[in-house]
């Protein structure tokens, strides 16, 4: 059964994702949204992962949330602390999304998943090194292109074109 | 080597009430920055249920896959963001209903 660490990590992780849509500032969204990432940095450390975790706290928590909240400051005042939303369409979400979690847990529940139980030793870090520059080296070398041609197309998207073309935030 | 103390099923509950609460925040909200919030959950569900489904076989794929997803939106949400920008910039605003040319 689940012990105090999983419960309180799974706690943690689904309490801040529902802080990060439902808090009314963005800012406080965004600092929630970084808690619920690193508790699934802490989910991937109970799984014996401990360098995809570490991966996660660097990429993750490290940088897309200092990005996003750098982004939500480069906004007006008014918009991060303001929720627009229609009340029959919140509703309508809260159902879609009570119906989804009980049907997948339903499904979950019922199938074959439950009798899975391991006794073998962890993946070791060596072995995910080694996959990466043995048979996934094709995909290593296109993922760093990716990488690059993403990060020069933000940078041309976001780039301001002149000073009186176009009209710019304030 | 340590023994795992949990269980397959109770990571892959976790990962599929993420899951819906990823989707949830996508309907709902009318703000894109929250929407890409709402991406990221679901994302980082997928993750979980990759390193898990690893852990249980074992097999050293699952971690790979996990760290190539993770690095794929690192990127997505840069270009997320910039997109952001640059509509905020085009209509002063981040509410989606508000991305009149957007509407096809």
């Given amino acids: 059964m689940a012990d105090a660490i999983f419960l309180a990590l799974s706690v943690i992780t689904i309490g801040s994702a529902i802080a990060a849509l439902e808090l009314r500032s963005l800012i406080y969204g965004a600092i929630a949204l970084m808690g619920s990432l690193g508790g699934i940095a802490g989910f991937f450390l109970l799984l014996d992962s401990p360098f995809v975790a570490m991966f996660q706290l660097a990429v993750y928590v490290g940088s897309i949330a200092v990005l996003i909240l750098f982004t939500v400051m480069l906004v007006r005042r008014e918009l991060i602390f303001t929720m627009v939303e229609d009340k029959r369409r919140k509703f309508v979400g809260i159902a879609l999304m009570l119906v989804m979690m009980v049907a997948l847990g339903a499904i979950i529940l019922d199938s074959g998943i439950k009798q899975i139980t391991t006794d073998e030793a962890a993946v070791d870090f060596r072995e995910v090194g080694e996959d990466f520059l043995t048979y996934y080296w094709p995909a290593l070398i296109l993922m760093a292109l990716i990488l690059s041609g993403a990060v020069t197309g933000a940078l041309v998207l976001a780039r301001r074109v002149d000073e009186d073309i176009g009209q710019r935030a304030n | ?104």
Avoid: W
Avoid at chain 2, 5 to 17: H, K, P, T
Avoid at chain 2, 30 to 49: K, P
Avoid at chain 2, 81 to 93: D, F, G, K, Q, T
């Fill in chain 2, 1 to 104: 080597m340590r023994i795992l103390a949990n269980e397959l099923i109770e990571f892959v509950l976790v990962s599929a009430a993420l899951l819906a609460i990823g989707i949830y925040g996508l309907t709902v909200k009318r703000n894109a920055i929250r929407m890409l919030f709402g991406i990221e959950i679901v994302i980082n569900a997928a993750n979980l249920n990759l390193v898990a489904f690893g852990r249980f076989l074992p097999h050293s794929g699952g971690q790979t896959l996990a760290l190539f997803s993770i690095a794929i939106a690192a990127a997505e949400v840069a270009i997320g963001l910039s997109l952001i920008i640059v509509a905020y910039r085009m209509y002063n605003n981040i509410d989606i209903a508000d991305f009149r040319s957007l509407k096809g």
